[in-house]
C-alpha cells in the first residue's frame, strides 16, 4: 500500500477584534470558522485560505 500525504493544516488564532473594520473583513473572519477572540481553528493550507488570511493578516496570528 502507498502511504498516504497528510494534508498541511494552518493554526488560526483571532486575536484582534473585527469590530471597527469594514463588513467584508468581518464576512472573512466569520468565513474563517473564528468568532471569538482567541478561539483558534484549523484550516487545510490552499490559496483560497491564504487569501483569506492575508485580507485580515492584522487581525491573526498563525502558525503552521
Do not use: C, F, W
Request: glycine share 4%.
Amino acid at each position: 500500500m502507498a502511504e498516504q500525504k497528510q494534508a498541511k493544516t494552518i493554526r488560526i488564532k483571532l486575536v484582534r477584534s473585527p469590530i471597527g473594520y469594514t463588513e467584508s473583513q468581518k464576512r472573512t473572519v466569520i468565513a474563517l470558522g473564528l468568532s471569538k477572540l482567541n478561539q483558534i481553528v484549523e484550516k487545510s493550507d490552499n490559496p483560497a485560505v491564504r487569501g483569506m488570511i492575508n485580507t485580515v493578516s492584522h487581525m491573526l496570528e498563525i502558525s503552521e
